[in-house]
């Protein structure tokens, strides 16, 4: 059974087909039988131990005549085969991509030769036309009719030349084929002047290629992209609008009618949502085409059916504009190897009359619709076809799907409590006189339903009826990414935690009363990465709001609450993308059936062309201290690139009551929403560009001095009073830099007849638990118990005439109500360059949380 033979280790087959291995010189041939069982041990365990092979030998009488050292030789080799297969499965699966990705790039320079020699023809002729200005003045005008951008544009005249059109299947088949040539002209010819989407670059690992319109009449978006899909699943999954489309409320397909070439036409109605309060909602009256073309593509194609085509006629909907969609559709092709093509347009005119002018630009811009609906598209593709090669169980336990299914749910239910829609149960409260806060209530059976099957230690909801507080604002200066990023990490610079275990109560529980303001009511939050999209640009979480059973003693609540939490749009190199932070309470089993009540943000920008900022901003307010002559951040910041921006927020906050509390409901939902309006104003101001100059840090109020300056004055007054160094500064750091990174909390307060905080470093700011932004609501006081107050007051004077004061180790408050030990403290007087008292600072040394 062996043959000798010189060489190393290496695998053979003999003339009848038997495996051999050769180890040490040795040909080992091995029967089919005891083939099939190294196979079956090998699936069972591809890396077996000295002793496990022993064990198998013994195990398996086939294998008795073989070695040990012969059996780890073949599983050696075994394992090496595999990971040759794999990798060579691996590079395959990128070749094909990138023969695919290279085949769309092919086809998209002949789109541009042919676009390039267009623009050269016109050119030509319009510097005739030029030259000739007189002459043609009194000549014929029929050159009306001449390409201007890529597009041919028809008098009126002309366009009536086309012979009148009926709802026959006759007449409608003529609609959809002129539609099914004008998609084609549009996706892979040159009706439409595409330019490339900003900040999009095609390559293996990207989306795809992305373009929008320019110059064409209303907005419009075209993809190019490569999924693993085959072409009737992709066009299963695209024709789901409501599944991949966020905005898209309803899709009713009135009529079904099959074609000769084995297609049909569907006659679709269509609602969109409005994304925010101050516009109406869309709606669609389109005809559907799908066909495959003799190459074997498969083609969708969708337009709008209106008077000029003489086609079936939908009636207008109350609360919507009847927008219009031009050809569009997909055109998706088989890919060699697996997968599909596909070539996706949006063309769309949604009126932009018909809402306030300063919200024009949200219904103008192509690249919101590139970023909302044709990125949507092709990403969801994307998703699915991970989520299709690669099956796994995700985050506590679910499967991508479900997951993705309870996204679309809190995006839904946002959408839903944000528009208000009276055919769904909403109707409007009275204004108390102030028009800032909008107030829906929705007592409806079928809101109501999942709140209603909820029960928490026995007790079944009380809730009868759901009420929504909303309202809108424009914001200047500030990018939505950043503002989105700030409300999702700080909380507490807008929540409160009473109203947040009162709507996590109203949900799970019955016995729950309306929640009571106190001071400095907030647990520390705790994120729980759950599932993201395939590029990160949504994500799902479940936050954890710890310790909250102490502010309502009178509700059973758990000590943690948990939320359901959607955000998206915080990739600041994102262009015209918008930004959406949308949670929901749930309870800690979270449960599929569990019902979901979302509340929320929603920030877009209104001018989506200007540039974007840099990532090298940060997020943190505070650390734009660091940003002066001697700092070390990027030159390249984008404070200095990004122009004037606006964008509009909406906010959305819904609550679970009973129906005889709802006047003291909307009382506390219209109070609080105006309080995050406050809130949100406030970090707006902070996080504004023009707060960061471009060599110095935040902006200090009038009359302060530049944080370099004060951080001098500091150390200064320090050396002056203690006799000793404050700071031991290294290198090249500036002083403010190594104040900023103290270990010791440091804190200034104004000299006012009730000082507040005027300035602190990291550490100080996480004693208070408080941002730069919120630091000046604090004031001296409020963070000492009654013993420390008195203390203080005691010994205030002595700092105003001796410079400086010791305190023995105590007890201080967080602005959070969190108490804070301290070793001891350290209060001295900063004196400016006249020697003037400036501020009062305060060090805490080995401070912690108690």
């Given at each position: ?47 077996p ?13 086939i ?12 599983f ?142 209303g ?27 966020r ?143 690669q ?14 299914a ?45 709140v209603?099957l ?111 939490q ?45 540039d ?44 679970a ?61 320090y ?30 307060c104004?000299?006012k ?48 005439q ?7 180790s ?12 301290y ?6 007087k ?7 008292a ?13």
């Amino acid at each position: 059974m062996m043959a000798v033979s010189s060489g190393g280790s290496r695998d053979s087959r003999d003339s009848g087909g038997q495996k051999m291995i050769m180890d040490n010189g040795k040909y080992v041939r091995y029967t089919p039988e005891q083939v099939e069982a190294l196979e079956r041990l090998y699936h069972e365990c591809p890396k077996p131990s000295s002793m496990r092979r022993q064990q198998l030998i013994r195990e398996c009488p086939i294998l008795s005549n073989i070695e040990p050292k012969q059996i780890k030789v073949w599983f050696q080799n075994r394992r090496c085969r595999e990971k040759q297969r794999k990798e060579a499965s691996r590079l395959q699966a990128v070749n094909r991509k990138l023969t695919a990705m290279n085949k769309l790039l092919m086809e998209e320079n002949d789109r541009l030769q042919k676009q390039v020699s267009q623009l050269v023809y016109e050119n030509t002729f319009f510097r005739q036309q030029t030259q000739n200005a007189a002459t043609l003045a009194t000549t014929d005008t029929s050159c009306e009719s001449v390409v201007t951008s890529g597009q041919h544009h028809l008098t009126p005249q002309q366009q009536h030349q086309h012979p009148p059109r009926d709802a026959s299947p006759a007449g409608l088949l003529s609609i959809a084929e002129e539609t099914l040539t004008e998609f084609l002209s549009k996706a892979t010819g040159t009706a439409v002047e595409w330019v490339q989407m900003p900040g999009m670059k095609p390559g293996p690992d990207s989306i795809g290629i992305v373009a929008i319109s320019h110059g064409c009449t209303g907005v419009a978006a075209r993809a190019c992209g490569l999924v693993g899909l085959d072409p009737t699943r992709v066009a299963e999954i695209l024709k789901d609008r409501p599944s991949w489309y966020r905005d898209c409320r309803s899709v009713e397909v009135v009529n079904v009618l099959p074609t000769g070439s084995s297609g049909t036409i569907e006659l679709l109605y269509m609602q969109l949502y409005a994304p925010t309060t101050l516009a109406p909602a869309r709606d669609f009256w389109l005809l559907r085409y799908t066909s495959v073309l003799e190459d074997g593509s498969l083609v969708v194609c969708e337009r709008s059916l209106n008077n000029t085509q003489n086609g079936p006629s939908m009636p207008q909907a109350p609360h919507f504009v009847r927008a219009e969609m031009l050809p569009s559709g997909y055109l998706i092709r088989p890919c060699e190897g697996g997968g599909s093509i596909i070539h996706i347009v949006d063309h769309m005119d949604l009126e932009p009359w018909s809402v306030p002018e300063v919200l024009r630009p949200l219904y103008e811009s192509s690249t919101l619709i590139a970023q909302k609906t044709t990125m949507a598209a092709l990403r969801h593709l994307r998703q699915i076809s991970q989520e299709v090669s690669q099956p796994s169980v995700t985050g506590w336990g679910r499967r991508p799907a479900a997951l993705r299914a309870l996204s679309q749910r809190l995006s839904r239910g946002f959408n839903e409590a944000l528009n208000g829609f009276t055919d769904e149960g909403w109707s409007m409260l009275e204004s108390d006189g102030i028009d800032d806060v909008t107030v829906h209530v929705n007592s409806s059976p079928s809101k109501m339903m999942g709140v209603q099957l909820s029960y928490v230690n026995g007790f079944p909801s009380m809730s009868n009826a759901v009420l929504c507080a909303k309202a809108s604002m424009l914001l200047q200066d500030v990018p939505p990414a950043i503002l989105l990023r700030f409300l999702r990490e700080h909380r507490s610079e807008w929540a409160d935690s009473s109203i947040d275990a009162y709507s996590a109560a109203a949900v799970k529980a019955g016995p729950c009363s309306l929640p009571v303001p106190r001071a400095g009511n907030f647990g520390g939050q705790v994120i729980l990465p759950l599932a993201h999209t395939i590029e990160h640009e949504e994500f799902l979480e479940v936050i954890k709001l710890e310790n909250m059973a102490h502010y309502r003693e009178d509700m059973i609540m758990p000590s943690d609450i948990f939320l359901l939490q959607l955000c998206s749009g915080v990739d600041e190199n994102a262009v015209g993308n918008c930004a959406e932070l949308v949670f929901a309470p749930i309870d800690a089993s979270f449960s599929d059936d569990a019902p979901i009540i979302p509340s929320g943000f929603r920030i877009i920008p209104l001018d989506s062309g200007k540039d974007t900022p840099s990532p090298n901003r940060t997020l943190d307010l505070a650390s734009a201290l660091e940003v002066g002559p001697t700092g070390n951040k990027a030159s390249g910041d984008s404070s200095t690139q990004c122009g004037s921006t606006k964008s509009v927020i909406t906010i959305a906050f819904q609550f679970a009551f009973e129906m005889h509390l709802q006047e003291n409901v909307a009382s506390m939902a219209r109070q609080y929403v105006r309080g995050i309006i406050a809130s949100v104003q406030r970090v707006a101001l902070a996080l504004s560009p023009s707060r960061f100059g471009s060599n110095a840090g935040l902006r200090p109020p009038p009359g302060s001095p530049e944080a370099h300056t004060l951080a001098r004055w500091i150390c200064q007054s320090y050396r002056c009073y203690l006799g000793a160094e404050l700071l031991k500064c290294e290198g090249n750091e500036s002083i403010l830099k190594t104040l900023w990174h103290h270990s010791d909390a440091v804190l200034c307060c104004s000299l006012k007849a009730l000082p507040v905080f005027t300035f602190a470093n990291q550490a100080g700011l996480d004693m208070l638990e408080t941002t730069l932004v919120a630091l000046q609501d604090i004031t001296l006081e409020k963070i000492f118990d009654d013993s420390g107050r008195k203390t203080l007051c005691s010994e205030f004077p002595q700092i105003m005439q001796q410079g400086f004061m010791c305190l023995q180790s105590g007890i201080c408050l967080s602005s959070m109500g969190r108490p804070i030990s301290y070793e001891r403290a350290v209060a001295w007087k900063v004196l400016n360059e006249e020697e003037n008292a400036h501020c009062i600072c305060f060090m805490f040394i080995n401070w912690s949380f108690v």
